[in-house]
């Protein structure tokens, strides 16, 4: 079974950092791409950040270049968000998800976990 659990949450003040860590399992990386995804109360889903470890390709939705980062760590198996110069409206509960190799933006999951609140006070 895919499992995929997000942690690292927290509250921040506006301008502050926080690290997401994705802890995943059940299934080829390699066949996959791995995403940060967030949903603020009232809205739809977004895609925060996605990496594919099969070509070291990334992706950042425009809300978040150059104050996120995604990286993976020393274990294919998980992956990090370095969140930096947070913004009341980076307020969402973060998930990880599965994403399809194919998928040329990176940005329908597929499958995701229980994700972590971020909350940040401005």
């Known amino acids: 079974d895919v499992q995929l659990q997000a942690s690292g949450g927290g509250l921040v003040q506006a301008g502050g950092s926080l690290r997401l860590s994705c802890a995943a399992s059940?299934?080829?990386?390699?066949?996959?791409?791995i995403g940060w995804f967030r949903q603020a109360p009232g809205k739809e889903y977004e895609r925060v950040s996605c990496t594919k470890s099969s070509d070291g390709s990334t992706y950042y939705g425009d809300s978040v270049k150059g104050r996120f980062t995604i990286s993976n760590g020393n274990a294919k198996n998980t992956v990090y968000l370095q969140m930096n110069s947070l913004k009341p409206e980076d307020t969402a509960v973060y998930y990880c998800?599965?994403?399809?190799?194919?998928?040329?933006?990176?940005?329908?999951?597929?499958?995701w976990g229980q994700g972590t609140l971020v909350t940040v006070s401005s």
């Open positions: 998800a599965i994403v399809a190799r194919t998928d040329i933006l990176c940005d329908v999951p597929l499958n």
């Open positions: 059940g299934f080829a990386f390699d066949d996959y791409a």
